[in-house]
T-cell receptor, first 113, second 112 residues
Framework: AQSVAQPEDQVNVAEGNPLTVKCTYS??????LFWYVQYPNRGLQFLLKYITGDNLVKGSYGFEAEFNKSQTSFHLKKPSALVSDSALYFC???????????FGTGTQLKVEL | DGGITQSPKYLFRKEGQNVTLSCEQNLNHDAMYWYRQDPGQGLRLIYYSQIVNDFQKGDIAEGYSVSREKKESFPLTVTSAQKNPTAFYLCASTPGQGYEQYFGPGTRLTVT
């Protein structure tokens, strides 16, 4: 069975500082990995994905993530956080050839002035 | 505009009543999904459909039913058999395996 772990329920960071939201996964074979963001009472918005190729993936709004196969991780990063980045972030994994996307429990990011 | 629509945004029902949540997409995507979101639990898959007239149970299908008579539509019925129906329900679609899922705005269902 595939699974995703987001070990931090909440991450606090000051505006202008770098941010990292952690994600580790478990899946059979090579994964498809995704990050989504959710604002209150809204649907999920896609940020970025890793399918194949370069381990460093760049996405929307200045976010990036690094795929690390040996550590089975896909941490989300941004060099300089904005207050408007405050939201709920979800990591998700899908096995190649599989039909289902499995989500982590989410990490609440709070960026303060 | 292309996208996924869910209606209504808020829905209130009395316990013991069945209720149907709407999900429509004009993206020409084959696959559609229903998720339930509860605080601290992330998204859990209820049902999914990869093609018209075919659907599969997800991880928490008990107390729910779906139909896929048209490519554009994937309605979810929350039956009276669902023990804890109050939740935020999200519909999604995708054009294929390596692609991201596109989400609708969600329906918040409250059953009292």
């Amino acid at each position: 069975a595939q699974s995703v772990a987001q070990p931090e329920d909440q991450v606090n960071v000051a505006e202008g500082n770098p941010l990292t939201v952690k994600c580790t996964y478990s899946v059979s074979g090579n994964p498809y990995l995704f990050w989504y963001v959710q604002y209150p009472n809204r649907g999920l918005q896609f940020l970025l994905k890793y399918i194949t190729g370069d381990n460093l993936v760049k996405g929307s709004y200045g976010f990036e993530a690094e795929f690390n196969k040996s550590q089975t991780s896909f941490h989300l990063k941004k060099p300089s956080a904005l207050v408007s980045d405050s939201a709920l972030y979800f990591c998700a994994v899908r096995a190649r050839g599989g039909n289902k996307l499995t989500f982590g429990t989410g990490t609440q990011l709070k960026v303060e002035l | 505009d292309g996208g996924i629509t869910q209606s209504p945004k808020y829905l209130f029902r009395k316990e013991g009543q069945n209720v149907t949540l709407s999900c429509e997409q004009n993206l020409n995507h084959d696959a559609m999904y229903w998720y339930r979101q509860d605080p601290g639990q992330g998204l859990r898959l209820i049902y999914y459909s990869q093609i018209v007239n075919d659907f599969q149970k997800g991880d928490i299908a008990e107390g729910y039913s779906v139909s896929r008579e048209k490519k554009e539509s994937f309605p979810l019925t929350v039956t009276s058999a669902q023990k804890n129906p109050t939740a935020f329900y999200l519909c999604a679609s995708t054009p294929g395996q390596g692609y991201e899922q596109y989400f609708g705005p969600g329906t918040r269902l409250t059953v009292t």
